[in-house]
Structure formats: C-alpha cells, structure tokens
C-alpha cells in the first residue's frame, strides 16, 4: 500500500483557512497597487517636486516605499499564483508543507521556518 503523496496536500489547511488566506492576500495586494499609486502621484504633484529637490533624503524615502511595495506584492501576487495552481502551502526548497501557524502570520511564504533559517543565513553569509 503506497503513501500519498506530500505534495497532494501540500499543507494542512482546511478549505476555510485557504478562503481565508486567499481574502488577505488579495486585500494586502490592493493595498499595495494604491500605496503604490499614491506614491507615484504624490511624486507628481508640483509641491512635492520642488520639496524633493530640497531634501533629497524624501525622495530617497518615497524610492524605498515604493520598491519594498512592489517586492511584497509581487510576494503576494506569486501566492496567489500558487493557490490558483493548488500547490499554495509547499515549501519552494524542500517541498514539504508550511505550518499553517507561519501561513497565517505570513500568508505569502515561500518557505518552511527551517529553510527560511538557512535561506537568511547564506543571505548572511555573503
């Protein structure tokens, strides 16, 4: 008798946690698509403009914002990517599934908590 599969069920989510996790990453990503649109708008308005020019260290700011926005809804969106695929919930290193505890803090991981220890320690590394 064969064992199924640990990537038929990638994780142990019920279909509620998934709806669930599937409504906050969809809020987080139009959070991010207006911060963002309010980011590029303000960097339009002639007031801001002229404050730019006068402290570099805002525009500096409103740079970083908007590339951490785009970084976590790019996250987002390669969630959701993965819950429409149905293997939403794997570990994208070692394949077996993410605690569902981490997926409801952190909807849009990629990783287990161990290969996230060792993916931050190499990132230390260098």
């Given at each position: 008798?064969s ?11 019920s ?9 906050n ?5 139009l959070?991010r698509r207006?911060?963002?649109q309010q ?5 339009l308005?002639?007031?801001d403009?002229l404050l730019?020019r006068?402290?570099?260290s805002?525009t ?7 590339a951490?926005?785009r970084?976590v809804?790019a ?5 959701l990517?993965?819950?429409?695929r ?6 994208h290193l070692?394949r ?5 505890e981490?997926?409801l ?10 290969c996230?220890?060792?993916?931050q320690?190499?990132?230390a590394?260098?």
């Amino acid at each position: 008798m064969s064992r199924p599969s640990r990537l038929s069920r990638p994780s142990r989510l019920s279909p509620e946690d998934l709806a669930s996790l599937s409504e906050n990453l969809r809020e987080q990503a139009l959070f991010r698509r207006e911060q963002l649109q309010q980011l590029s708008a303000s960097a339009l308005t002639r007031t801001d403009a002229l404050l730019d020019r006068q402290s570099p260290s805002r525009t500096e700011v409103r740079v970083k914002l908007a590339a951490s926005a785009r970084m976590v809804l790019a996250d987002v969106e390669a969630a959701l990517g993965r819950m429409d695929r149905g293997d939403y919930g794997a570990c994208h290193l070692c394949r077996h599934p993410i605690d569902r505890e981490r997926l409801l803090i952190v909807p849009q991981a990629r990783y287990c908590a161990r290969c996230a220890r060792c993916q931050q320690a190499r990132g230390a590394d260098r």
